[in-house]
């Protein structure tokens, strides 16, 4: 029953949030403005989404996590606390790329510190196949995986129901292979982002940088929690099939940039849902098409389960990754679409 109360607790103050969005964003110097060239949306948007989602969850986990003695969330918390404001400054006026790094790094170790449970131990494929991997390493492993998966789902929050969505599937998936509260808190984030994912597909708020840092830390070590849970049915190499795609489009962004003789953090209209949105023109079809390159590879790697789960998922994802990226590369730019671009 206290979970049930939870979830329509959860709608109900995202939805609060969402609809005053406009009057918060004003208040706290976050509305996002067109600029012709990269944010071709009309008109300025209040970057309040991860509020909407992360303020109303963090409370309500916070309560659940209390009754029920799940001493976790007093970790996740801070740390994403942190990177929420930090990208709430990024959101105002805009942060240099080493200082928005500096603060993951020391943010993440911090968290490995103060719960060292969550370092990777081993490369767990399921089905008793794993890599054992030395505690040091596997810190260190740990650590640089959460700061670069962060960077890659910012990089990905550059079209209306994105990122959002994808969250939300990956928050599907940590509730039903996870127990107990940590698999309510995975619940909390889908409910806040159903309810964000009304408001933003009409244009009405985005996620922003903030929400996409706070969204990113929790994502990151919620799932490493609950693939550490004795009756997980999820392991963490299935976890990094998860957040597969956005880490590939991320590392091809770097590499393509670089060459380019471009800073590898410089925006452009080179992100996978530029092309998707170059191809399908709507938002909702480019954001549909998204999360199936998500969703489709991770299903079937779950329902095959091992080694060959994991090979199913990362060669099915890069095989849509390829398919979509080449079906759209040829394809120019349009003068306006609608949604958020960045």
């Known amino acids: 029953m206290e979970y049930l109360v939870a979830l329509v607790l959860q709608i109900a103050l995202s939805a609060i949030i969402c609809f005053a969005a406009a009057p918060i964003g004003n208040a706290l110097g976050i509305m996002d403005k067109p600029d012709s060239l990269r944010k071709l949306h009309r008109g300025a948007v209040p970057l309040v989404g991860g509020l909407a989602i992360l ?9 659940l996590s209390y009754l029920d003695g799940v001493g976790l969330h007093w970790v996740i918390v801070p740390v994403m606390t942190i990177l929420f404001v930090m990208g709430m400054l990024d959101d105002r006026q805009h942060l240099p790329p080493v ?15 103060l719960a060292p449970q969550l370092a990777l131990t081993s490369l767990d494929f399921g089905g008793g196949t794993r890599i054992d991997v030395p505690p040091f390493m596997g810190a260190m492993l740990t650590i640089i995986s959460l700061v670069g998966f962060q960077y890659a789902f910012n990089m990905s929050d550059g079209a209306n129901g994105v990122a959002s969505g994808m969250a939300m599937i990956w928050a599907l998936f940590f509730a039903m292979a996870g127990t107990g509260t940590l698999s309510m808190l995975a619940l909390l984030i889908v409910a806040g982002g159903a309810v964000f994912l009304a408001f933003n597909m009409r244009g009405r708020i985005f996620l922003g940088d903030s929400g996409a840092y706070g ?13 550490g849970q004795a009756d997980s049915s999820l392991t963490n190499m299935q976890l990094m099939g998860l957040f597969l795609l956005p880490v590939i489009d991320c590392l091809r962004l770097i590499v393509s940039r670089l060459r380019a003789g471009r800073a590898p953090f410089s925006p452009d209209r080179e992100h996978l849902h530029h092309y998707l949105l170059r191809w399908l023109v709507s938002p909702t079809r480019t954001a549909l098409a998204y999360w199936s390159i998500v969703a489709v590879p991770n299903m079937a790697g779950v329902l095959v389960g091992g080694v060959s789960g994991f090979a199913l998922t990362v060669g099915l994802t890069l095989l849509m990754y390829r398919f979509a990226i080449a079906r759209t590369a040829a394809v120019p730019a349009p003068a306006v679409v609608g949604g958020d671009l960045r």
């Open 215 to 227: 969204i990113s830390a929790v994502m990151g070590l919620l799932g490493l929690a609950i693939t």
């Open 99 to 113: 200082v928005r790094l500096s603060v993951s790094l020391v943010m993440f170790s911090f968290a490995i510190i």
């Open 55 to 63: 303020l109303p969850a963090t409370l309500i986990g916070g309560g």
